[in-house]
């Protein structure tokens, strides 16, 4: 059982450039997020989706879109890289947000340089 | 507006002492809150949490009491171990879908 996973691990983007971050989740979740971290500032939300084809805005959404295709599958892309997006991105899934014993899964992260 | 606050970056603490991991919220609303813990290179796990209704939680080593009138909460690891170094994360959910609103995160560093 994979859970959450993120693909790739790293990458270095130079300014301007595009990319997409893959999250993949195999149990069977409606609702995923994807999250940055940076230090100091906790884990912050960018973009989630509460099922297939369904996506809405968090806390930091700009210069970031999404597109939930199919439910196992949450994509975040970068159209023009800048350096404030460097960063640490979590993906999370969950089956019942809104329960506290229905915690988020997260995946391993994706380390992203932007130069 | 930060509805979660860990004011204390790091913490270092003796092997087989009290680590004691404090959060602060502003939001009465919330309804429970979660503890994550978090190794390099590794996405955050859930550990504990409590019920706003509850002023504790115990599991194992790890026990979380909430003070509502304070509107803190804190995580009491005993004893520490040399495992539990990590980053720490206090969480607490927004109204709707489960988002959860994250405080920076405190590292604890428990020495032998």
């Known amino acids: 059982n994979a859970g959450v996973t993120q693909t790739p691990k790293f990458r270095v983007l130079k300014t301007g450039q595009s990319m997409t971050l893959l999250c993949a989740q195999d149990?069977?979740?409606?609702?995923m997020y994807w999250y940055r971290q940076d230090p100091g500032m906790g884990l912050r939300l960018i973009h989630y989706?509460?099922?297939?084809?369904?996506?809405a805005k968090g806390e930091v959404p700009d210069g970031y879109n999404v597109s939930r295709l199919k439910k196992q599958n949450f994509l975040l892309g970068l159209e023009s890289a800048a350096p404030s997006q460097t960063s640490v991105y979590f993906c999370?899934?969950?089956?019942?947000?809104?329960?506290?014993?229905?915690?988020?899964?997260f995946g391993n992260g994706t380390r992203l340089t932007v130069t | 507006d930060q509805q979660v606050k860990q004011n204390s970056p790091s913490l270092s603490v003796q092997e087989g002492r009290i680590s004691i991991l404090n959060c602060d919220y502003t939001n009465s609303m919330f309804d429970y809150f979660l503890w994550y813990k978090k190794y390099p290179a590794e996405g955050p796990t859930f550990l504990i949490s409590?019920?706003?209704?509850?002023d504790k939680n115990e599991d194992g080593r790890f026990t979380v009491f909430l003070n509502k009138s304070a509107k803190h909460l804190s995580l009491h690891i005993v004893p520490s171990q040399p495992g539990d170094s990590a980053v720490y994360f206090c969480?607490?959910?927004?109204?709707?879908?489960?988002?959860?609103?994250f405080g920076q995160g405190t590292i604890l560093t428990v020495h032998p």
């Open positions: 149990m069977n979740h409606e609702y």
């Open positions: 989706s509460v099922g297939e084809g369904t996506t």
């Open positions: 409590i019920s706003s209704i509850k």
């Open positions: 969480a607490a959910p927004s109204l709707s879908y489960g988002k959860l609103t």
């Open positions: 999370a899934s969950s089956y019942a947000p809104g329960k506290s014993n229905s915690p988020l899964h």
